[in-house]
């Protein structure tokens, strides 16, 4: 393995480890949990991230990676929306931490302002597509978006991860089912 495929792994095992720590032990555990869980040492994590803020927002982009992934197997179909929504409810519901970082960051953050751009990049075709088809009421916006999302992650209170999953499940079902016009509703 060359070195910087040795340093792409090593950032990720201290991605993954993150995660489940934070899954765990919530977003303030001491660093020093994710440092164990990874196998890498302490100034391996300090070379990748300047702090748990750095840690989160790296995060929350592989996240937006994985949404970007599934938004291209998705692709043109009119209701990729729901799809993507479901999908979205999904990971919520796996990392709890994740949706807390995007909720209690300021929405002015420079790397919040970048992630939000980005999911609005990602999200808003989609709308587009649904409303074009009939299956969203007209008039709805990114605006309408960001506060579906901050909805969505409300959805995470489940003592663990399936309590959590069938929270942002129904929760992303009563929202869907918002979002659609009657006819659509009727078929979601």
């Known amino acids: 393995m060359d070195l910087r495929a040795d340093a792409a792994q090593r950032r990720r095992l201290l991605l993954d480890a993150a995660d489940e720590?934070?899954?765990?032990?919530?977003?303030?555990?001491?660093?020093?949990?994710?440092?164990?869980?990874?196998?890498?040492?302490?100034?391996?994590?300090?070379?990748?991230?300047?702090?748990?803020?750095?840690?989160?927002?790296?995060?929350?982009?592989?996240?937006?990676?994985?949404?970007?992934?599934?938004?291209?197997?998705?692709?043109e179909r009119p209701d990729g929306l729901f799809l993507l929504l479901r999908d979205v409810a999904e990971h919520i519901a796996m990392s709890a931490p994740l949706a807390d970082c995007w909720r209690s960051m300021p929405r002015d953050h420079p790397q919040i302002e970048v992630a939000h751009a980005r999911l609005m990049a990602i999200l808003l075709p989609f709308l587009?597509?649904?409303?074009?088809?009939?299956?969203?009421?007209?008039?709805?916006?990114?605006?309408?978006?960001?506060?579906?999302?901050?909805?969505?992650?409300?959805c995470q209170r489940g003592s663990d991860e399936a309590e959590r999953k069938a929270l942002a499940l129904r929760g992303c079902r009563l929202l869907c089912h918002a979002l659609a016009t009657p006819a659509a509703a009727a078929a979601l």
Do not use: K, W
């Not at 765990?24 to 020093?32: F, I, K, N, Q, R």
């Not at 587009?128 to 409300?154: I, W």
């Open 21 to 75: 720590v934070f899954c765990e032990h919530g977003v303030l555990a001491p660093l020093e949990l994710v440092v164990e869980r990874s196998g890498v040492g302490r100034a391996t994590l300090y070379r990748n991230f300047a702090d748990r803020t750095d840690l989160m927002i790296a995060l929350l982009q592989r996240a937006l990676d994985g949404l970007e992934c599934c938004a291209r197997d998705i692709g």
């Open 128 to 154: 587009q597509r649904a409303t074009d088809a009939g299956l969203c009421r007209q008039g709805l916006d990114g605006d309408d978006l960001t506060l579906l999302m901050d909805m969505l992650g409300a």
